[in-house]
């Protein structure tokens, strides 16, 4: 089998299956990251940005009190860089806040950041991920950008935990009751090779149901150059997820997509269109 990716042209007169909206809400508690992931744009050395100290979070001011926790959401995703400034309980006793104000689910954090609180507090995974469904997380997020490739992420992220560290975590969330998050980032050049790779590690979930899909966002990031997929790479790599995980939702966030474009994504069998709110600390 040829590496090259290839795009099959569709009839656009059959879409594959419906096209539900979901309203999401995104926190993120910090843009400030260690971990300088070259397709990140959080990638700022902790604590300084600019020269300057990076302020002190306000995830706890916002759970209590920010607006938009009051309106209606299907889904809320809190996620965000890694950083030192506050401990595991202050992410524990937000998301809990959270929850208390909004019965939507709740995607809360992912496995980069429950290694990140395992290793600076040395607690167990299972203890953290259990915290986390207390706290009321319906499930685990899968991560800004992933792509669970070892070489790939050695170049691109190689201070990011390995594949199989991330499937063990997601392993773990489903033991204790979360649902296990899945999405593939789109780079310019991706190959067919690298899709299915992908999918071989992700069909270890048995709770997995939906996979989202993500096309790079370079501007900012050390792959600014490289500059984002080209459509028919993305609905190839559509293809290719549908061809061999045809029971699961393939998603995509629609913000500042055309009709059009999200017409194509329908016909070519994306079925979850997220519309997004995003509540930014700083």
């Avoid at 070259?38 to 607006?67: A, E, K, N, Y």
């Avoid at 909004?102 to 609180?117: D, G, M, R």
């Avoid at 995974?125 to 259990?130: D, G, K, N, T, V």
């Avoid at 490289?226 to 045809?246: C, D, M, Y």
Wanted: proline share 6%; charged share 20%; with cysteine.
């Amino acid at each position: 089998m040829t590496d090259l990716l290839q795009y099959q042209p569709i009839w656009p007169n059959s879409p594959e299956g419906g096209w539900h909206v979901v309203h999401v809400l995104k926190i993120t508690t910090t843009r400030s990251c260690w971990m300088r992931c070259r397709f990140c744009d959080f990638s700022h050395f902790v604590p300084m940005i600019d020269g300057h100290p990076v302020p002190p979070l306000t995830l706890l001011q916002t759970s209590r009190t920010h607006p938009a926790l009051s309106q209606a959401y299907d889904l809320i995703k809190v996620r965000g860089g890694l950083s030192f400034f506050e401990p595991w309980s202050y992410f524990r006793s937000a998301i809990r806040d959270i929850h208390e104000r909004n019965p939507a689910s709740l995607q809360a954090l992912s496995a980069v950041e429950v290694l990140h609180f395992h290793r600076v507090e040395q607690k167990p995974l299972q203890e953290l991920l259990e915290e986390l469904r207390w706290a009321g997380a319906s499930s685990l997020g899968p991560g800004g950008s992933e792509l669970l490739i070892d070489p790939w992420r050695q170049e691109m992220s190689s201070l990011r935990l390995t594949s199989q560290e991330w499937l063990g975590i997601h392993q773990i969330a489903e033991r204790v009751g979360l649902k296990a998050g899945a999405s593939l980032m789109v780079f310019p050049g991706i190959t067919e090779r690298q899709i299915l790779d992908h999918i071989q590690m992700i069909r270890n979930l048995k709770s997995l149901s939906v996979i989202e899909i993500k096309p790079l966002r370079a501007l900012g990031t050390d792959l600014e150059i490289l500059g984002s997929p080209h459509l028919f790479e993305v609905l190839a790599t559509i293809q290719v997820i549908r061809k061999n995980l045809p029971h699961v939702i393939v998603a995509m966030n629609i913000d500042h997509l055309s009709g059009d474009v999200c017409d194509l994504l329908q016909w070519h069998g994306v079925s979850r269109a997220m519309a997004t709110k995003e509540v930014l600390e700083p």
